[in-house]
């Protein structure tokens, strides 16, 4: 299975900062990899599919890039909405794998 | 917009099967795959399996032995029954709608809101 690992676990920021997540891949997924953000007691929400693309109806501010083993989620500029965790998901690959997640907490 | 909802008992016995149904509707049912995905308490996310509305199913590799997955196109929904459960399969299971964009473009929208079901006796 293609293991995904995010990092940092877990990040303290304040409203307004600019954040950068990490995944990476145990093997190239190429761009076939998906972000969605949790908030508590939620279901997952989709943010971006094909690492870079921005689902319908989710604030510009968020951002996605990297292609290959390494890719990065970008928030440009925090809001309290945005304090959640954070799965990537790769598609490249059956069975299709999940992160463990970045949790997000306000500081 | 489409909704899906998760249904079935919240608390199973060890070495039973679990059942849970997910309905779907204010969307088309047929032109989808339907997926199974959980979440152990404080954990990350596994996906179970899913299903073409055509009745074809993909199963994650490590839960194939114990795993049904079915669809009832007259119904809009789909099942999961999973067998011979132990306390490891305590999770929230959500029910998702699988997207596909060509070539291995595939990911999971909309969600269902999830549903706890605990293995203990």
């Known amino acids: 299975d293609v293991q995904m690992t995010q990092s940092p676990s877990s990040l303290s920021a304040s409203v307004g900062d600019r954040v950068t997540l990490t995944c990476r891949a145990s093997q190239s997924i190429t761009i076939y990899l998906n972000w969605y953000q949790q908030r508590p007691g939620k279901a997952p929400k989709l943010l971006l599919y094909g690492a870079s693309t921005l689902e319908g109806g989710v604030p510009s501010r968020f951002s996605g890039a990297g292609s290959g083993t390494d890719f990065t989620l970008t928030i440009a500029s925090l809001q309290p909405e945005d304090f959640a965790t954070y799965y990537c998901q790769q598609s490249a690959l059956a069975p299709y794998t999940f992160g463990q997640g970045t949790r997000l907490d306000i500081k | 917009q489409v909704q899906l909802q998760e249904s079935g008992p919240g608390l199973v016995k060890p070495s039973e099967t679990l059942s849970l149904t997910c309905a779907v509707s204010?969307?088309?049912?047929?032109?989808?795959?339907w997926a199974w995905i959980r979440q152990p308490p404080g954990k990350g996310l596994e996906l179970i399996g899913y299903i073409y509305s055509s009745g074809i199913t993909v199963y994650n590799p490590s839960l194939k032995s114990r795993l049904t997955i079915s669809v009832d196109t007259s119904k809009d929904q789909f099942s999961l029954n999973l067998r011979s459960v132990v306390a490891a399969d305590t999770a929230v299971y959500y029910c998702?709608?699988?997207?596909?964009?060509?070539?291995?473009?595939?990911?999971?929208?909309?969600w269902g809101q999830g549903m706890l079901v605990t293995v203990s006796s």
């Open positions: 204010g969307g088309s049912f047929i032109h989808y795959q």
């Open positions: 998702a709608r699988v997207r596909v964009g060509g070539f291995s473009y595939l990911w999971f929208d909309p």
